[in-house]
C-alpha cells in the first residue's frame, strides 16, 4: 500500500462516484497535512478540526483509527511529502437535501512538496490584495469546507511568479486571510489576526503561532483588521501547514521592514516544524 499516492474510502483507486455530493454540491471538508520523515505533521489538531467540521455539517466523521492508518500507509518512506484527506456525504440523488442516512466518502491521497523559492523563507515574500471579496456565513466560518470557489477567483486574479500570496477580504473590508494562509500583523510590539466568526479558515498553524505568541509573553489579539491596518503594520506575517511561517516584505509595493516579533516566531516554528 505504500506504493500508491491514492486511496478511496480505503481502496487503490484514482476515480469518485459521478453521483458524489462533493463534485456536486461541495459538500464535504478536507484537510492538507505536511509530512516530516514519514509523519504527519499536527495529525490530532488536524483531525479536531476535521471532527468538529463534520459535526457543523450533520455530516458522519470517519473513524479516527481508520483515517490514521491510511495517511501513515501513504506517508511512510517520504522525507517530506502532502497529505490531503477529503470526507464528502458521499452519494445522492438530484437535489440539494442531504440523504437521510449518509454513506460518507473519503479520499485520503499524497501529493510531492511544493518547491517555493529559497528567498521566500529568508527575505519575505511580496503580498498583493485581491478584488475578490468573501462572503460572511458564520455556520462555515473556521471549517475547511469543500467551497473554494471564492479562493480560486482570487487565485486567478495574478500570474506573477514574484507574488506568493493575496489578501482577500471580507464584504465590509476587513482582511481575513490569504487564498491559501492565515495573517498577522504587528502594531507597536502587539500580535494582531483576524478574527473568523464571520468567514475564513481557522488554520491549524495559525493555533501554533497564537500558541507561542502567548508562551512568550507577546501580547495578542484576534480582531477585525482594515486593509490599512495590515498596510500600516509594523511587520505581517503569513502561515499554513506546508509553508510554516512567510514575513511579508513588500506589500502592494509598500516594503515591509523585518521586525522581532514576526521573525522569533517564524524561527520558533521553524526550530519545531522545518517545513
Not at 476515480?15 to 456536486?24: E, I, K, N
Not at 483531525?47 to 495517511?71: K, Q, T
Not at 512538496?113 to 466560518?141: D, F, H, I, K, S
Request: net charge negative; with cysteine; glycine share 10%.
Amino acid at each position: 500500500m505504500t506504493d500508491v499516492d491514492m486511496l478511496i474510502d480505503g481502496e487503490a483507486v484514482s476515480q469518485v462516484p459521478a453521483t458524489d455530493r462533493g463534485l456536486h454540491y461541495g459538500d464535504g471538508l478536507f484537510e492538507t497535512i505536511a509530512v516530516l520523515d514519514g509523519q504527519p505533521v499536527l495529525w490530532p489538531e488536524h483531525h479536531a478540526r476535521l471532527v468538529d467540521g463534520c459535526a457543523r455539517l450533520g455530516l458522519p466523521a470517519p473513524a479516527a483509527d481508520i483515517l490514521e492508518a491510511e495517511i501513515g500507509a501513504l506517508s511512510r518512506g517520504h522525507a517530506r511529502a502532502v497529505v490531503k484527506v477529503v470526507v464528502t456525504r458521499g452519494s445522492g440523488g438530484r437535489g440539494y437535501a442531504p440523504p437521510p442516512e449518509p454513506v460518507p466518502m473519503r479520499l485520503v491521497a499524497r501529493y510531492p512538496w511544493p518547491e517555493y523559492p529559497t528567498e521566500w523563507l529568508e527575505q519575505g515574500v511580496r503580498v498583493r490584495t485581491c478584488r475578490t471579496r468573501l462572503g460572511c456565513n458564520p455556520a462555515l466560518a473556521g471549517i475547511k469546507h469543500l467551497n473554494r470557489l471564492e479562493h480560486v477567483l482570487a487565485r486567478a486574479e495574478w500570474d506573477d511568479p514574484d507574488i506568493a500570496e493575496g489578501l482577500m477580504c471580507d464584504s465590509a473590508g476587513n482582511v481575513i486571510e490569504g487564498t491559501m494562509s492565515n495573517v498577522f500583523c504587528v502594531h507597536g510590539g502587539v500580535l494582531r489576526t483576524p478574527q473568523l466568526s464571520r468567514c475564513g479558515v481557522a488554520g491549524i498553524m495559525r493555533a501554533q503561532l497564537l500558541q507561542f505568541a502567548e508562551a512568550a509573553g507577546v501580547v495578542v489579539e484576534q480582531t477585525d483588521l482594515s486593509l490599512a491596518a495590515i498596510a500600516g503594520a509594523d511587520e505581517v506575517l503569513l502561515c499554513n501547514s506546508l509553508i510554516g511561517a512567510w514575513r511579508v516584505r513588500e506589500l502592494d509595493g509598500r516594503s515591509l521592514a523585518p521586525g522581532p516579533v514576526a521573525q522569533a516566531l517564524a524561527e520558533r516554528l521553524r526550530a519545531r516544524w522545518p517545513l
